[in-house]
């Protein structure tokens, strides 16, 4: 770990580089594939002073074309409701020029061709090719920064070409990128949650400026699971927090499931045993282990991967998944329980990304902070 000296900054504080000219008190967030807001809340949180001023996110406008996520967005974050676009992100790009202009740009494309569940389509998928509407307002909108994130299994779709393919196309946006694989619980999310986040830089707007990596916070002491959904203790008068039924045949295997063991790794009686071939998720009734932090937390799937509990026999609660998705109480997820369960899944936990909004917030303005080196840097 070091910390990036000022002699590597080309802003200097004490008045040389007017930061008032490039970079707003006030940085305006645009968001493409936005979910329940995630990202938002985040962005949210960042306030980096600069003597006496003090720099912070604030959301322009939004897109995706989820309804009940669009619903959780708008619920939570106090805005004009008509600032969240709820369509699909091809009509939404085709006015793209008439948006307000942004400062930052983030876009979680959807991840599901380049998931390692699944058929693993890549770019030749439904969803593989919608991080060009990304790259789409990069150039539309020329924002200084942008933040964009996916799965870590990006990076190795088609041999490696489809991540090779669109990092050039961000650079031939004329952006300096910065991209790295984040191990979310090394930032205090209470998840083992690894997703690859790029970080550009507008090389016309801020010359010589590249974002660095910010140096984990939590490496070698995470949050566990216990701790998350525990501390405190969960009450009744908390939103999302509805039981999933389960049935007796699930009750009974669970018994057989230790904590951290999966519905394969168990001894679990003949009968109880899953006549499924092929499966491919080693969190089929997997039990969460109370001392560590929680395995990937999803927002799709069947029957017995809805995450479960160390010691009772059932799935979590929306309200327990969110706090490993590090979702604070009050955010109030919108729509039915299955749908809840998706915008969750499928979110960039708040905690985590915070850090990243921070690091990205402090480039800009040319404070040091500390920072590891990329994991991705030979892309």
Not at 250 to 279: C, H, T
Request: charged share 20%; glycine share 8%; with cysteine.
């Amino acid at each position: 770990m070091t910390t990036i000296p000022d002699t590597n900054l080309p802003h200097d504080l004490g008045g040389l580089f007017d930061t008032s000219s490039v970079v707003p008190r006030k940085l305006r967030l645009g968001e493409l594939f936005c979910g329940p807001g995630g990202l938002a809340a985040a962005a949210s949180k960042v306030a980096v002073s600069v003597g006496s001023e003090t720099y912070t996110i604030q959301h322009t406008w939004a897109n995706d074309y989820d309804p009940s996520a669009c619903a959780t967005y708008r619920h939570n974050n106090h805005i004009d409701p008509g600032s969240v676009f709820c369509e699909d992100v091809a009509e939404f790009a085709k006015r793209a020029d008439t948006l307000e202009d942004i400062d930052l740009l983030t876009f979680g494309f959807p991840c599901n061709d380049f998931s390692q569940v699944g058929e693993r389509l890549g770019i030749d998928g439904k969803f593989g090719p919608l991080y060009t509407y990304g790259i789409h307002f990069l150039k539309t909108k020329r924002p200084l920064m942008f933040l964009a994130e996916n799965v870590s299994g990006l990076r190795n779709s088609s041999g490696g070409d489809t991540f090779g393919q669109i990092l050039r196309e961000m650079r031939d946006a004329n952006y300096e990128i910065t991209p790295h694989l984040y191990h979310f619980e090394d930032y205090g999310v209470p998840q083992n949650r690894h997703r690859i986040v790029i970080v550009g830089v507008n090389k016309d707007l801020l010359p010589g400026i590249k974002f660095h990596v910010p140096a984990p916070t939590h490496a070698g002491h995470p949050v566990d699971c216990r701790t998350a959904i525990e501390c405190p203790p969960i009450t009744k008068d908390l939103t999302n927090n509805e039981l999933t039924a389960q049935s007796k045949t699930v009750v009974e295997r669970l018994k057989y499931i230790k904590p951290g063991e999966n519905a394969w790794s168990a001894d679990i009686p003949a009968e109880l045993k899953l006549n499924v071939k092929g499966a491919l998720i080693s969190q089929i009734y997997r039990r969460l282990d109370p001392s560590k932090p929680s395995y990937t937390v999803t927002g799709s799937g069947g029957g017995g991967t809805h995450v479960y509990h160390w010691s009772e026999p059932r799935a979590l609660t929306n309200r327990e998944r969110a706090r490993l998705q590090s979702f604070p109480d009050d955010y109030e997820f919108q729509g039915s329980k299955e749908e809840v369960r998706r915008q969750i899944g499928m979110a960039v936990p708040p905690v985590g990304a915070a850090k990243i909004f921070d690091a990205a917030v402090k480039t800009v303005l040319g404070i040091p902070y500390d920072v590891v080196e990329s994991n991705l840097k030979q892309y």
